[in-house]
């Protein structure tokens, strides 16, 4: 390595070339977007099967105080670049009745992390924007699921939006809401068409997991009032094609996948509700629909959709559910709610009967800051003689500050 030794003028000089080139912090923050959210949940379950008390399906029978914090800064930098960063805090504590392993009591070491980081680039004369980096996925089939990537999206179109993605890899290990199969663990290629003409809107969504799967779907909604009464008629496809490779995994016991769904919804006064159907899986083979949590298919309740049989990542079982739900809002701040889940899922030599009812509230303290809860109760009928049913009581308690 070659040293350079500089004189204490030159150095002087140097330094002052540096100070002289340097920004101002006002400056510097001028161009740069801050916003984020921080959330607390409380959360209790509790799985009984006849005598016995053993775990839930969202973890062991006890106490979970969850933590997030997130905060998100976008910058403008030049040429229509821009560059955003979301640092993420996630903490879970459990309380001392946990059977958890590695139960620790409260945590304080947790730092914040690195979720997205991407560079976005806008050309507005053909309104499109390219954005690359680690960033949401943001499909049909996932929730909040991060991936490796680039995504391209235009609007040149008034009411229509295109977009293309690609994601070589997916945060299965990070998210801790992926299924089992080997979907989360490969390239993820597609394109989609939104399409919004109020009252007339729809989505059309196309994805290759290289290797594994093709997956579609479409959503199509309509919007239509009566007097002071607003209504919406929403309905979803979505299906799935395997490769061999993928069957040939699993033994053959996987196979295509279809789901459907179709929901009415309203809001008449300080009334809300909705009502509507759900179907999808086979008896004996595993099927997938979501790729990560729930996705944005339409699944009311809380818990049957993680349930045995019935859950959206990957199970056994054909499913048909059918729900309501019925809520009132005081004084546009206050609103409480009851939601119901009913239906089976066939097995192979039996059925699951499955009952969900749900008691909700929330209060919109502020436009920035809302508290809600509910409780859900899960009933499962076995239908096999010789065992138990089935009770999961469910509690989650929340506060949500958002800026």
Do not use: C
């Not at 139960?103 to 507005?124: H, I, M, R």
């Not at 009252?199 to 196309?206: E, G, I, K």
């Not at 209060?363 to 409780?375: E, H, I, N, V």
Request: hydrophobic fraction near 40%.
């Amino acid at each position: 390595m070659k040293l350079v030794k500089l004189s204490l003028v030159a150095a002087l000089a140097a330094g002052a070339f540096s100070a002289a080139n340097a920004v101002s912090l006002e400056e510097a923050i001028k161009d740069v977007d801050v916003s984020g959210m921080l959330r607390y949940r409380f959360e209790s379950n509790r799985y009984t099967q006849g005598d016995e008390v053993s775990n839930g399906y969202s973890g062991n029978k006890a106490n979970r105080h969850r933590f997030k914090s997130q905060l998100n800064f976008k910058a403008a930098l030049d040429d229509n670049f821009k560059a955003f960063v979301q640092f993420e805090y996630n903490q879970t504590d459990f309380g001392f009745g946990s059977q958890a392993q590695g139960n620790l009591g409260t945590g304080t070491k947790s730092t914040f992390g690195v979720k997205q980081a991407y560079l976005e680039y806008t050309n507005e004369t053909y309104a499109t924007s390219v954005t690359f980096g680690k960033l949401e996925v943001g499909s049909i089939w996932t929730d909040d699921a991060v991936g490796t990537g680039a995504k391209i999206v235009n609007n040149s179109i008034e009411g229509l939006t295109f977009a293309g993605y690609w994601f070589d890899a997916l945060n299965y290990v990070d998210d801790g809401d992926f299924g089992t199969t080997k979907l989360n663990k490969s390239s993820l290629y597609g394109a989609a068409v939104l399409g919004d003409f109020d009252p007339f809107a729809f989505q059309l969504w196309a994805a290759y997991s290289a290797n594994n799967a093709f997956l579609y779907a479409i959503d199509a909604s309509y919007k239509f009032s009566f007097n002071d009464a607003n209504f919406k008629i929403q309905g979803q496809y979505l299906g799935n094609s395997l490769d061999g490779d993928f069957e040939n995994f699993y033994n053959n016991a996987v196979d295509n996948g279809s789901f459907y769904a179709a929901k009415l919804s309203g809001d008449i006064s300080a009334f809300d509700f909705q009502l509507g159907v759900v179907g999808y899986g086979e008896k004996d083979k595993k099927t997938v629909v979501t790729l990560e949590d729930l996705g944005k298919v339409i699944a009311p309740g809380e818990r049957i959709f993680y349930s045995e049989g019935s859950d959206l990542r990957g199970d056994f079982g054909e499913n048909f559910f059918y729900f309501a739900g019925l809520g009132y809002t005081f004084a546009e701040t206050v609103r409480v709610g009851f939601d119901y889940v009913g239906g089976k899922s066939e097995q192979v030599g039996y059925d699951i009967d499955k009952n969900e009812y749900v008691a909700r509230v929330s209060y919109a303290y502020s436009p920035k800051l809302t508290f809600s809860g509910f409780y859900s109760y899960l009933t499962e009928d076995f239908g096999i003689q010789g065992v138990d049913n089935g009770d999961n009581q469910f509690i989650r308690l929340q506060a949500l500050y958002k800026f």
